[in-house]
């Protein structure tokens, strides 16, 4: 099984909801992430989590929380978000966090917020 | 400050013809060069990818030339078909997590 999966596929939110982007593999890869992609841009590293543990947070705003709960999952939580915040959000992972080259990206979140 | 710079940002083929795209880079500490390919609505697949140490890589119809001492990799896609419309990314990754994509080609091959 090679393949990332991501819910929901669409994510319509206000800007005073609170939710939440849900990511899961089972490659046994040690090592996920998180990227925001605007149309027509290359996808902007946020978070990656290396063995289950927080490595590299890109200066990201605090209304955007992740969470690994375990090596298979990955959650995003998102709080007070901005329209400017909308974008496709997407979730990788790699065998470790030095084979980022070999992640495997997950189909996105298209999140529109209002 | 741009970390690896890719050309053109759109490309028209027609099918049977080569598609060809440039990435160059100025770090000198990367060690892998991947290439992912886009469909819209989905995420980045890795198509492949090329250490410093080769000067070229072919997997199908997708060649990777690496010019180590100019600092530059290109992508080249021979007999290119409408189903290899989709945006390419280049990228370069070095030791220490360090990972930069560039700013992406949309190619369209016209039948």
């Known amino acids: 099984d090679t393949e990332v999966t991501q819910t929901p596929k669409h994510l319509v939110m206000g800007m005073t909801n609170k939710k939440s982007l849900k990511c899961e593999q089972h490659?046994?890869?040690?090592?996920m992430y998180w990227y925001k992609q605007k149309a027509k841009k290359p996808p902007e590293l946020m978070f990656v989590?290396?063995?289950?543990?927080?490595?590299i947070n890109e200066s990201v705003p605090s209304r955007f929380s992740p969470e690994c709960p375990n090596s298979s999952l990955l959650n995003l939580h998102l709080h007070a978000l901005q329209p400017e915040d909308s974008a496709l959000y997407l979730c990788?992972?790699?065998?470790?966090?030095?084979?980022?080259?070999?992640?495997?990206f997950g189909p996105g979140t298209r999140l529109t917020v209002t | 400050q741009q970390q690896v710079k890719q050309s053109p940002q759109s490309l028209i083929v027609q099918k049977g013809g080569i598609s060809i795209i440039n990435c160059a880079y100025e770090?000198?500490?990367?060690?892998?060069f991947p290439w992912y390919q886009q469909f819209p609505g989905k995420g980045p697949a890795l198509l492949i990818a090329?250490?410093?140490?080769?000067s070229e890589k072919k997997e199908g119809r997708f060649t990777i030339s690496f010019n180590k001492s100019a600092k530059q990799f290109s992508l080249h896609i021979m007999d290119s078909q409408p189903g290899d419309s989709a945006t390419y990314f280049c990228?370069?990754?070095?030791?220490?997590?360090?990972?930069?994509f560039g700013t992406g080609t949309s190619l369209t091959v016209i039948p």
């Open positions: 770090n000198t500490a990367f060690d892998y």
């Open positions: 990788a992972s790699s065998p470790s966090p030095i084979r980022t080259y070999e992640q495997y």
């Open positions: 990228a370069a990754q070095a030791t220490g997590n360090q990972f930069y």
């Open positions: 490659m046994g890869h040690r090592a």
């Open positions: 989590y290396s063995y289950e543990k927080l490595s």
């Open positions: 090329i250490r410093p140490d080769v």
